[in-house]
């Protein structure tokens, strides 16, 4: 059977990601989480002192982006693959609220998106693969052949995503995580560079209200639908 190339993209914490790796184990395709690799970005300039909550040096990180060696390695426990940066798993620290509130601002800098997209771009050369992210569909892979973009109303993605986080262990606000999927989905969606936006032959998929296995089911017959 042919294979394809599945493109996902929305708004933050539109579950995605759940979708996403549940289809590719579906089909037995490659799954990458774009996201990732930008809070990958995040963590090595927070580090490195090149952003934080009071200042930024978006100079130096553009300087610095050749030290940043970002692999995905699959972890064969938990069925999915984690985020190594200069080989180190770093997959629990891109996930907390401090990357959160400052990954927007380093996905707006051109050499940053420039770096991933090539990345990811050869990772998608034998297609086979289903990636999520905020330019899969405009940007990555403006040919693929199916394309989802997912949208719910911000309470219900805060809701979600608080959720998440409270089962992370992380002391976390519900009005904190509704602040910032706002202000995320806001700057990714006005940013110069690849902002969010649907692409034209993109399939609008509005979850708010519904289950997992509905959106599964929907989502899986869209793609029996293309291969
Ligand atoms: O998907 P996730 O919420 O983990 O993404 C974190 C952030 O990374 C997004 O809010 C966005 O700023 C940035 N991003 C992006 N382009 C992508 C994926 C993520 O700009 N393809």
Not at 51 to 58: A, G, P, Q
Not at 107 to 126: C, D
Not at 153 to 177: F, H, I, M, Q
């Amino acid at each position: 059977m042919e294979k394809i190339t599945i493109a996902i993209d929305g708004y933050s914490s539109t579950g995605k990601s759940t979708i996403a790796k549940q289809l590719a184990k579906a089909l037995n395709y490659i799954y990458v989480d774009t996201g990732a690799m930008y809070r990958g970005v995040t963590l090595y300039a927070m580090r490195n002192g090149f952003i934080s909550e009071t200042s930024n040096d978006l100079e130096g990180l553009i300087a610095a982006l050749d030290n940043i060696d970002l692999r995905f390695v699959y972890n064969e426990t938990l069925g999915f693959a984690e985020l190594f940066l200069n080989d180190e798993n770093v997959e629990r620290e891109i996930r907390t609220m401090e990357v959160s509130r400052l990954v927007s601002q380093v996905a707006t800098v051109e050499e940053v998106r420039e770096k991933l997209v090539a990345i990811q771009q050869r990772m998608g050369l034998e297609k086979g693969i289903v990636m999520d992210g905020r330019d899969i569909g405009t940007v990555v892979f403006p040919d693929a052949e199916l394309k989802i973009f997912m949208t719910a109303s911000p309470e219900k993605r805060a809701t979600r995503r608080y959720k998440e986080l409270l089962d992370k262990g992380e002391e976390v606000k519900y009005s904190e995580v509704l602040k910032n999927v706002e202000h995320r989905d806001y700057i990714d969606s006005h940013r110069e560079i690849s902002p969010l936006k649907k692409a034209d032959d993109a399939i609008e998929f509005d979850n708010s209200d519904m289950g997992l296995e509905d959106q599964f089911s929907r989502v899986l017959d869209f793609a029996n639908r293309v291969i």
